[in-house]
């Protein structure tokens, strides 16, 4: 069975920091990402990386996120960096099974205060 499971949300001042984490489990996931969605906008595309290690991130927010992954444990992780209160969002964790199936955690607040 396929899970996906988000954590490292929470509330932050500007200009502060949160590593973001997401664990998955029951497939081979080739690709792996991660999007937000904030109130009334449609979900917007960050990041993603493959098992090979290639990443693409998003131009917005190419200079203050970075993505990572640990093939042996099935994680990928997003660091945010130099938060505003623009970056408030639920951020999910995005990724393809090896029937190219799309997973979608279940989001993670962040909340970045002024």
């Known amino acids: 069975q396929v899970q996906l499971v988000e954590s490292g949300g929470g509330l932050v001042q500007a200009g502060g920091s949160l590593r973001l984490s997401c664990t998955a489990s029951g497939s081979i996931f080739r690709t792996m990402a991660w999007y937000r969605q904030a109130p009334g906008r449609q979900r917007e595309f960050l990041a993603a990386?493959?098992?090979?290690?290639?990443?693409n991130v998003a131009d917005s927010v190419k200079d203050r996120f970075t993505i990572s992954r640990d093939n042996a444990k099935s994680t990928v992780s997003l660091q945010l960096n130099s938060l505003q209160p623009e970056d408030t969002a639920v951020y999910y964790c995005?990724?393809?099974?090896?029937?190219?199936?799309?997973?979608w955690g279940q989001g993670t607040q962040v909340t970045v205060s002024s």
């Open positions: 990386v493959t098992t090979s290690g290639a990443t």
């Open positions: 995005n990724a393809d099974d090896d029937q190219l199936r799309p997973w």
